[in-house]
């Protein structure tokens, strides 16, 4: 059975960090550490792992969203299952735990955003988890 875990120390990030490395390859484990909860006291983010007979199998980083044109909504900012379990359902099972805990903190909606080259994870969040694709994310280097 799959279960969610909200993750707070640093032992935990630790195990979590090869998984984290396969959507975010440039950072080191200290670095991942470091930004977690840099992010969780500047930002309101919280980190999620799911777990498969108590092994990490994925991850789900989220934070609360609110703008202009858009209010109770939660970004989901580091989503990924790892690649050997890819095209298994873990995935939809995952984001579905998130889903359902977003709701139950009285989110009303979710977002997130996708680079180009993922087609496959676009494919899975528009027609397996009905998401809608709602516009581009446009970024400037300074």
């Known amino acids: ?75 989901i900012c580091d989503f990924v299952i790892t690649d050997t379990l890819r095209g298994r359902g873990f995935g939809a099972i995952s984001l579905s735990l998130i889903q359902k805990w977003a709701k139950e903190a009285g989110y009303k909606e979710l977002e997130l955003s996708s680079s180009f080259p993922r087609t496959a994870a676009h494919h899975f969040y528009e027609c397996k988890m009905n998401y809608d694709k709602t516009g581009f994310v446009f970024r400037k280097m300074l």
Do not use: W
């Open 1 to 75: 059975m799959l279960t969610m875990q909200e993750l707070d120390s640093k032992q935990e990030l630790a195990k979590l960090h090869i998984i984290a490395q396969q959507l975010r390859p440039h950072l080191s484990q200290e670095e991942f550490i470091e930004r977690v909860f840099a992010q969780k006291e500047k930002m309101g983010y919280r980190l999620f792992g799911f777990l498969l007979d108590n092994e990490y199998i994925g991850m789900c980083g989220v934070m609360p969203f609110e703008v202009l044109y858009r209010t109770q909504c939660l970004y």
